[in-house]
């Protein structure tokens, strides 16, 4: 039985040595840009291996490669990957799985080192009616509009300066008579000067992130205008002949006045 057991063994050694190892990796087909592009995998590959999961973006030339994470296998023999897709145009993309530390390594034909999927990119379907930067009286206003979704519920979520979070807000569309764009309006208070980042998402999925910028307003400074003050000139006073002049004048006018009456 011990021999049965040790050809059996060998056998089994023999044939994952012919056919490889397996490795498959899955993920979705289609991601809206700026939400993360998440990889699983599962694989034979003994504890301890390492492989590279690489992802690039799908061009007529050589792909551009754009993130590589190492994973080593564990004892679950399962992993995920995770990639930021934030400034991703729209387009095709692929995620690889490589062996760069052993290059030769046999793989299995049934294994799957190979996701092709698509970045759509849907922030252009928010549509604003003010504007990014917001005084810190006014912020945070939160209006526009998204073509087409009627009346609907769409999902905000916002991230600030300091660790500031608001809890996602669901935010009710409305709509004018005879028009499909949906309407949105909601007024956040912040108490922080900073950047705001609120994202948006919709019945299919994640739209786009829109950032704001809050200021503090400049404030004047009050400037308080004194009247000007007129000082009076002192008036000079003519000059007056002394009384005592006078009164000696008269005087005389008076004697001479009565020496010419006297001779006559």
Known sequence: MKKIGLFILIIS??????QGYVVTIDGPANVQAGAPLVITGETTFPVGTQMDVVFYKVQSTT???LERKIVVVDDTKSFIV??????????QY??????????????????????????VDRSGEIHLTVS???AMNEALLL????????????????????????????????????????MFSKKVTVTDPGNYYVSFSDPKGYIGTIKFSVYEPETTPLV??????????????????PLSGMVLVAGLLAAGAVAVMTRK
């Not at 050694?13 to 012919?18: A, F, I, M, T």
């Open 224 to 241: 308080t205008t004194q009247p000007e003050t007129t000082v009076p000139v002192s008036e000079t006073p003519s000059p007056k002949a």
């Open 94 to 119: 692929k995620v690889e799985v490589q062996f760069p530390a052993n290059p030769g390594t046999t793989v299995s034909s049934g294994s799957t080192t190979v996701k092709i999927l698509n970045i």
């Open 13 to 18: 050694l023999l044939v994952v040595g012919v």
């Open 82 to 91: 995770p990639f930021n897709t934030n400034g991703l145009l729209a387009g």
């Open 63 to 65: 792909p551009a490669e």
């Open 132 to 134: 990014k930067d917001q």
């Open 143 to 182: 209006e526009g509009y998204i073509p087409g979704i009627a009346i609907s519920t769409i999902n905000i979520k916002i991230t600030g300066p300091k660790g500031f979070v608001v809890p996602p807000l669901d935010i009710r569309t409305t709509t004018l008579p005879g028009k499909t764009d949906g």
